[in-house]
């Protein structure tokens, strides 16, 4: 405060019908020789003229004025922030004095008490206060107008993944009608076209199959953050089996692919379904991705982390993947092999990425071109309580 | 996402058991079957009491065989009862039964059955039937909490 | 089996396109059957009720397959009241709808649907879905003898 008081002079309003009095404290003031500047007001127009002009650091405000009280002044400089405020009281208005405070005024001094000491001392605190308070209100605001954001934001964000959900499930119903009538034509059709009009029709249903994919990808992907569930210990190792019975089983088998878990898996703590379609997709594109005339062998390793994350490698010996790919092959839509070549829907490690960073974790690859690629993850592992549940 | 399938005969007939048990492996619909010979004990299991109180010995179903003539407690019994649990409702239940009386088979839909098949006496008509039986359940018709949870 | 006389359906189903795949899908099996399309719930119970333009004698269905998303009275309110109806809820309700979620398939069963098949999006799987839905239901299942 000292340093404020050398740069600016602190500028002090006293609120007083009595000359006397204001005398004094332009008198304490002044001997104090740090470089107040009083300004005096003894009517309620000089008040209000100071109060309008402003510039005023802190008022002094008697609280027995005539035509409006002292008071009803606190009130008015409370309400518009005007400057902080330091009742002076009379004798025996002990009770107005507490009432002052709960309003807003920041201390009071009983004038049969004023010394210098003691005005100096509460004009320090009463600025200083003042000027904390003003900081948490800042901060305060600060923090609504952030919240407000954070909530406009989660708002449009909700409406979009609802648009999109939208958007994709109700446009599945017409594709399918222009690839199953298309489809229904292309049979009655049968022996009836020459070879470029059944071309044409080819290219219209498999152009309508396409979309019907892509539409459904983006299904796939909404439902993410839409039909999310709770978090649950997962068992990681179970759910590889699982995997490798039902959904890989097909996968496995054309590929003559292997999948070989080294070491024992840690669990995770995270949304069941979700693991389960994160360990599909990375394991399906490891099957997927393998090199001509090598059977894919998948190896999972997991293990624990420091701050509560679990890390799970899953390593094949596939085409492997350019380091100028690494972020894009997590990106929608993006292949970078031709349609023909590996059949999918271009989204499944998108939706990995998306479930991992939802459970606020990191995916990321490396790898060696024509040697295999290492894709890992990391999610939260399973609390203690948890723990000693389920054991 | 589909886990695995899980299907409760209720059959009191162990040879019957046994050959639908065989048909279904076959068929490569199921990969778990739970046999139990009579109505009480299909109930313990659904509701996961006595011996079956542990969730792991008591997977839920996604199709439940049930034969009309049980011990104990009847078919048509054990109908209701998964019929009016909200729990259990939503699981299939196909009646198999040697019975064509139209009584049977009226309280049976009066129950709410999901479908009543009568089994034919030919053994490879038989076999037929249950595997088609399998196929349309497990692979064509969706049941609720078929999502792994 | 046993002599199988023709099955009555009633295809509850308000998209022209899926009610005419459904017909065109059922024709090509060799299975004998009559097969009735009204386009919403209401129109449904009007048939089941002989009211309105179906006052004319219908017979009463052997299996009804359902839409569940229609306008007006949707699948599900038409499947609740036949299900109240002590004479109706005996015919077996079939969802045929595109939807796949858990509620609508928990709802079904709730309210004592028999069984619930999703569309499936290729045209192929379509047929053969409806192929097996007619193996199944008119020829596995017996129909109940004809009667009323």
Known sequence: MEEETKKRPVKILVCDDDPAFRKLVQTYLRSADMGFVLKEAGQKEEIQDALDKGGIDLVLMDILMPDKSGIEWLDEIVEKRIAPVVMLTGFGSEEIAVQSIREGAIDYIPKDHLTKDRLLSTIKITLETWKRKRAEEEKRRLMEELEETNQKLERSNRELQDFAYIASHDLREPMRKISAFGQLLQESLKGKLDEDEQENLAFMIDGANRMQQMIDALLTYSRVTTKAKPAKRVDLKEAIEDLKNVELAALLEETEGTIRIQKPLPAVQADPSQVHQLLQNVIANGLKFHRDGIPPEIAVRGRQEKDNQVRVEVEDNGVGIEEANYEKIFGMFQRLYSREGYKGSGIGLAVCKKIVERHGGTIGVNSTLGKGSMFWFTMPTITNDELRITN | ?149 | ?148
């Open chain 3, 1 to 148: 089996m046993e002599e199988l006389r023709p099955a009555t359906i009633l295809l509850v189903e308000d998209d022209p396109g899926d009610q005419k795949l459904i017909k065109v899908s059922l024709k090509s099996q060799k299975i004998a059957n009559e097969l009735y399309i009204v386009g919403s719930g209401e129109e449904a119970m009007d048939f089941l009720y002989h009211r309105g333009k179906h006052s004319a004698e219908t017979p009463l269905p052997d299996r009804i397959l359902l839409d569940l998303k229609m306008p007006g009275m949707g699948g599900k309110e038409f499947l609740r009241r036949i299900k109240q109806d002590e004479k109706m809820k005996k015919i077996q309700v079939v969802i045929l709808t595109s939807s796949d979620s858990e509620k609508d398939i928990l709802d079904s069963y709730n309210l004592q649907a028999s069984g619930y098949i999703k569309k499936p999006v290729e045209l192929g799987d379509f047929k053969r879905v409806m192929k097996e839905i007619e193996a199944y239901w008119f020829i596995i299942c017996k129909l109940p003898p004809k009667e009323e």
């Open chain 2, 1 to 149: 996402m589909k886990g695995k399938v899980v299907i409760l005969l209720v059959e009191d007939e162990e040879a019957h058991a046994m050959l639908i048990m065989r048909v279904l492996e076959d068929a490569q619909v199921a990969k778990v079957i739970h046999w139990v010979a009579d109505g009480g004990e299909a109930l313990d299991y659904l509701f996961r009491r006595g011996e079956y109180v542990d969730e792991g010995k008591s997977p839920r179903p996604d199709l439940i065989l049930l034969d009309l003539r049980l011990p104990k407690i009847d078919g048509l019994e054990v109908l209701k009862e998964i019929k009016q649990s909200e729990e259990l409702r939503g699981i299939p239940v196909v009646i198999l039964t040697t019975s064509e009386s139209e009584t049977d088979m009226a309280r049976a839909y009066h129950q709410y059955v999901n479908s009543y098949l009568v089994k034919p006496v030919d053994f490879t008509k038989f076999n037929e039937m249950i595997s088609d039986l399998g196929f349309y359940w497990l692979v064509w018709n969706r049941q609720p909490g078929r999502m792994k949870e």
